[in-house]
C-alpha cells in the first residue's frame, strides 16, 4: 500500500498542528509497512525530497501566497505524478489551491480528505470558493472529522454526513522525551514549580488576549511558549497592562517544550473561534496528566477536555470566568491533580497515534478493497483485532 498525503506545509518546513498530524500517520503507517510520500509547498528556492521518519517528503516550490492560500506551477506535475503511484490519495483540508489540482490533474485514486478546520476569517473570500469547496468535497471518497463535536457542529460537514468518519488525533508519547534533567532544574529556577502553560502559534483565534485580560490582578505565573504575527501586540498589551506574571517565551526547543510541560501545573488554552479546530496543546497536556483549561468552542477542545472531569471549560471570549478557573485550579491543587490524572487516561483511551494510525489504514484499506486496484493484506482488511480502535465511528 502507498499512501500520498497533500497539503500547503510540512515538516521540516513548517511545524504546526496539521504537519504534526501528517507525520504521525506517515511515520505509524511506517511500522505497518505501508510507503508514505507527502507532498507540500515550500518557500526554498531548491527543494530536495526528504526521509523523514521512514516516508518521503516532496516540496513543489511555492510560487504565490494569496489569504493563507500557497500556489504553485510546479505542484501540478509533482502531484500527478506521485498521484500515479499512490493507491490512495489523502487530502487535508482547508486548502483551495488543492481542490483546483484535484480536479486538474484528474487522477481517479480513492480519496479521503481530513476536515481539520471550517473556514472562519475569510468569510469574503468563501463566498467565491463555496461552489469549489461542495464540489470537491462531494468528489472525495470518504472525508474525516477529527472529533464528533466538530461534526455535530459543521454546518459543512452536516451536508456530507453519510460518507463522514470520526478518527481523533492521536500522539505518540514515545516521539516526546523526557526532558534532560538540567533544562528541567533550569526552567524551575526561571519560573518555579507551579505555573500554567500555553504553547502553540500566536495567532488571532488563541484567544491570548483574553488570557492577559483574565490575569488582571492574579499573581500565579503564566508561561507562553510559541510565535506569530501577534506576538508584538500581545507584549504591548501585557505592558499596558502592567502584568509582571506573564512570561512570553517565545519559540523553543522540543527538550525545552518538553521540560514544561513535565513542570507546569496546568494547560491553560483560551482558544475563542472555531479556528482552533482540535487543540493539540491540550493533548500534549493530557498526554503529561495536567488539569486543562479551555473555551467551549464547538470543537475538539471540548472532546479532549471534559468538563469537571479533566479540566475545566469556559465560555469563549469571557476573561472573567477564564480568571475564576484558573484561580479556582490554583487554589484547589487535590482537584487539579485528580483531573490531570483522569485526563492522561482518557489520553490512552483516545488519543494515542496508534489508534489514529490504525483507523486511517483500516480507511485506506476499504478504499483500496471497494476500488479493487491493488490486493490488501488481512492484517489491513480490518481483520486483525489490533486495527479496530473503539474512538472510529462511521457517519453520525
Request: proline share 5%; hydrophobic share 40%.
Amino acid at each position: 500500500m502507498r499512501i500520498l498525503h497533500f497539503y500547503k506545509t510540512s515538516f521540516p518546513d513548517t511545524i504546526g498542528g496539521v504537519e504534526q498530524v501528517i507525520n504521525q500517520i506517515a511515520r505509524g503507517a511506517n511500522k505497518f509497512g505501508v510507503k508514505t510520500d507527502v507532498l507540500s509547498l515550500t518557500a526554498d528556492r531548491i527543494a530536495p525530497t526528504l526521509e523523514i521518519d521512514g516516508y518521503l517528503a516532496h516540496r513543489a516550490r511555492l510560487d504565490l501566497q494569496i489569504a493563507s492560500t500557497g500556489f504553485s506551477l510546479s505542484a501540478f506535475k509533482r502531484f500527478a505524478l506521485l498521484a500515479k503511484q499512490a493507491d490512495v490519495v489523502h487530502y487535508h483540508f482547508p486548502w483551495p489551491f488543492m481542490d483546483v489540482v484535484h480536479f486538474a490533474t484528474r487522477v481517479k485514486k480513492p480519496t479521503v480528505v481530513t476536515y481539520h478546520s471550517d473556514i472562519i476569517r475569510q468569510k469574503s473570500l468563501l463566498k467565491l470558493y463555496r461552489p469549489l469547496q461542495s464540489r470537491f468535497l462531494a468528489s472525495v471518497d470518504r472525508i474525516v472529522a477529527t472529533s464528533p463535536n466538530y461534526l455535530a457542529s459543521s454546518g459543512v460537514l452536516e451536508r456530507f454526513a453519510a460518507k463522514v468518519d470520526v478518527i481523533p488525533i492521536g500522539l505518540d508519547k514515545s516521539t516526546y522525551s523526557a526532558a534532560p534533567a538540567e533544562r528541567v532544574e533550569y526552567w524551575r529556577n526561571q519560573l518555579g514549580s507551579k505555573f500554567y502553560l500555553f504553547v502553540g502559534a500566536i495567532r488571532y483565534y488563541k484567544g491570548l488576549h483574553i488570557l492577559l485580560e483574565a490575569a488582571k490582578g492574579t499573581t500565579y505565573p503564566i508561561v507562553i511558549v510559541g510565535a506569530g504575527p501577534i506576538e508584538r501586540e500581545l507584549k504591548q498589551q501585557a505592558a499596558r497592562l502592567e502584568l509582571t506574571n506573564i512570561h512570553f517565551l517565545g519559540h523553543l526547543p522540543d527538550t525545552d517544550k518538553f521540560a514544561l510541560l513535565q513542570l507546569c501545573y496546568a494547560v491553560v488554552f483560551p482558544s475563542h473561534l472555531r479556528s482552533e479546530a482540535f487543540g493539540v496543546t491540550l493533548l500534549e497536556g493530557a498526554m503529561y496528566g495536567k488539569p486543562l483549561i479551555s473555551s467551549e468552542i464547538g470543537t475538539g477542545t471540548t472532546f479532549i477536555n471534559t468538563e469537571d472531569v479533566t479540566g475545566l471549560v469556559v465560555p469563549p471570549s469571557e476573561p472573567v470566568a477564564l480568571r475564576q478557573a484558573m484561580t479556582y485550579l490554583w487554589d484547589h491543587p487535590e482537584v487539579a491533580a485528580s483531573m490531570g490524572r483522569r485526563a492522561e487516561e482518557r489520553y490512552w483511551r483516545y488519543f494515542t497515534a496508534d489508534q489514529m494510525v490504525k483507523s486511517y489504514l483500516k480507511l485506506y484499506a476499504g478504499l483500496i478493497n471497494a476500488a479493487g486496484t491493488v490486493p490488501v493484506p488481512d492484517t489491513l482488511r480490518g481483520r486483525d483485532s489490533r486495527l479496530q480502535p473503539e474512538a472510529h465511528n462511521g457517519g453520525r
